[in-house]
């Protein structure tokens, strides 16, 4: 089992940027890592993954190209560096640890408590 706490929400206008980090106790260093997000309304989504090594990511097709998830194992942390925001982006989002052989087939079984992320029109 792996501890998560994430960090790094708030509100932000349209276009604007913010950086979510997750820290982790544990060794984190054997698990894939994984940011998901629940909008009101709605079910939580898989946003984006990253290997224990950081060698491979997978994105969902709605932040490919806007978001990075990024670790750094020496510090045990992970990042979510989201750009180029829209209302849409709006969301708890989730941190999550989990084991599998390679993206995005893992299975995430350690959750942080999430951070709101606001994105105002």
């Known amino acids: 089992q792996v501890q998560l706490v994430e960090s790094g929400g708030g509100l932000v206008q349209a276009g604007g940027s913010l950086r979510l980090s997750c820290a982790a106790s544990?060794?984190?260093?054997?698990?894939?890592m994984g940011w998901f997000r629940q909008a009101p309304g709605k079910e939580r989504e898989f946003v984006a993954a990253?290997?224990?090594?950081?060698?491979?990511?997978y994105y969902a097709d709605s932040v490919k190209g806007r978001f990075t998830i990024s670790r750094d194992n020496a510090k045990n942390l992970v990042y979510l560096q989201m750009n180029s925001l829209k209302p849409e982006d709006t969301a708890v989002y989730y941190c999550?640890?989990?084991?599998?052989?390679?993206?995005?087939?893992?299975?995430?079984?350690?959750w942080g408590q999430g951070t709101q992320v606001t994105v105002s029109s």
């Open positions: 544990g060794r984190f260093s054997v698990y894939a």
């Open positions: 999550a640890a989990g084991t599998g052989s390679s993206l995005p087939y893992v299975n995430f079984g350690s």
């Open positions: 990253i290997s224990y090594s950081g060698g491979s990511t």
